[in-house]
Each structure stands twice: as C-alpha cells, then as structure tokens.
Antibody, heavy 117, light 106 residues
Framework: EVQLVESGGGLVQPGGSLRLSCAAS????????MHWVRQAPGKGLVWVSR????????SDADSVKGRFTISRDNAKNTLYLQMNSLRVEDTAVYYC??????????WGQGTMVTVSS | SYELTQPPSVSVSPGQTASITCSGD??????ACWYQQKPGQSPVLVIY???KRPSGIPERFSGSNSGNTATLTISGTQAMDEADYYC?????????FGGGTKLTVL
C-alpha cells in the first residue's frame, strides 16, 4: 500500500526546535520530489519546502527560509523537516506530500505542531 | 511574491454546476491544479495540469486555465462534493496555494 506517515509533532515553546519525519512506503521513494505543506488551525494550505529525489536540490517558502531545513534519507525512505527558531505563527498541521509532475499526488495524514509558551 | 485569489465561498444546489475561480497574474502561462479537502481529512488532488483528472476522480470534475484565471467546474454537483477547494501553481520554483473556497451544496 502506498503510504506516507508523519510523526514528530508536539508542543514546543517559541524559539524552540522540532524535527518532523515522514515515513514513505509502497513506492520508489528516491524517484520523487517530496514536499512539506502546512495548515494553521481553520486556515488554508501553505507550501513550505521541497526536495528533489537525491536530496541535492531544495527550496523553501520565504516564511521559513533560514529557519527550516528539509532533508531526506533514501535508504530509510524517510523525509525530514528540521524546524528551528519556531514562532507562534508556525503552529499548524504539517503534511508531507509526494510530488509527481509538479503536483502533490499523495498526502500523509499530517502531524500537529503547536508553538506556545 | 505571487498570489492566487479564490472566493471564500460558493454555494450550489444539488445537481447544478459549481464553478470556483482562481486568479493570479498570467496564471494561464502556468499549470494550475486543484485539491479537495473535506473536514478532518488530508487534501486530495482532483485536477492537474489545468484540466486533467487523476485516476478515480469523477468525470463531473473539470478544469480550465486561461489569461489570469483558472476555473474548477463541478457538473451535477453532489452532496459529497461539499468541501474546501484549493488551487495551486508554481512561481519561480516556489509553491503557491490560493486561500481556498468552501463549497456548500444546499
């Protein structure tokens, strides 16, 4: 079964760090761009970051540039998002999504990140 | 930064046609896609490359993109189509979503 399962969310204080993981299964992970997309409570979808199949190319939204780092371990079929200097406005459900021809053709169930003191 | 604008809400009667627009500067020069999200669920791709339907998406979903506007059209709207819909495109290597449209079927 083709599946993406996120983990690592939780409650963190402003200025803190958190690392999210996304375990992929059922497809050739290294052949796909992978993305993180977030959704604040009651709000819309916001693209966060992307990484190419071998991890050599990444890009980030301006709102997280310099604070978040996307990476992947193809041997473990796992995508990561290292989030530093977290702000209250980073509070959201974070989804990992598989890229295919520049669309997100498969999504995980999401993991909630709450930044609060 | 690039922006995509959607109406916050659209209402439609069952069996009628719903149209949801997405506006952005020269959007027609880019590929637009659409995602459906029901409450408590992850988004699902319903239209890609302006007008293509992924496997498993009903034929009543269609799309177009020209000029500054992309449009998602749902023909013969059903109660199960009630959801939030988001358009999405790429600009200079960065992903951009519209603000979302809540489709109400009543």
């Amino acid at each position: 079964e083709v599946q993406l399962v996120e983990s690592g969310g939780g409650l963190v204080q402003p200025g803190g760090s958190l690392r999210l993981s996304c375990a992929a299964s059922g497809f050739t992970f290294s052949s796909h761009w992978m993305h993180w997309v977030r959704q604040a409570p009651g709000k819309g979808l916001v693209w966060v970051s992307r990484i190419n199949g071998d991890g050599s190319s990444t890009s980030d939204a301006d709102s997280v540039k310099g604070r978040f780092t996307i990476s992947r371990d193809n041997a473990k079929n796992t995508l990561y998002l290292q989030m530093n200097s977290l702000r209250v406005e980073d509070t959201a459900v974070y989804y990992c999504a598989r890229g295919h021809n520049d669309v997100f053709d498969m999504w995980g169930q999401g993991t909630m990140v709450t930044v609060s003191s | 930064s690039y922006e995509l604008t959607q109406p916050p809400s659209v209402s439609v009667s069952p069996g009628q046609t719903a149209s949801i627009t997405c506006s952005g500067d020269k959007l027609g020069d880019k590929y637009a896609c659409w995602y459906q999200q029901k409450p408590g669920q992850s988004p699902v791709l319903v239209i890609y490359q302006d007008n293509k339907r992924p496997s498993g998406i009903p034929e009543r979903f269609s799309g177009s993109n020209s000029g500054n506007t992309a449009t998602l059209t749902i023909s013969g709207t059903q109660a199960m189509d009630e959801a939030d819909y988001y358009c999405q495109a790429w600009d200079s290597g960065l992903g951009v979503f519209g603000g979302g449209t809540k489709l109400t079927v009543l």
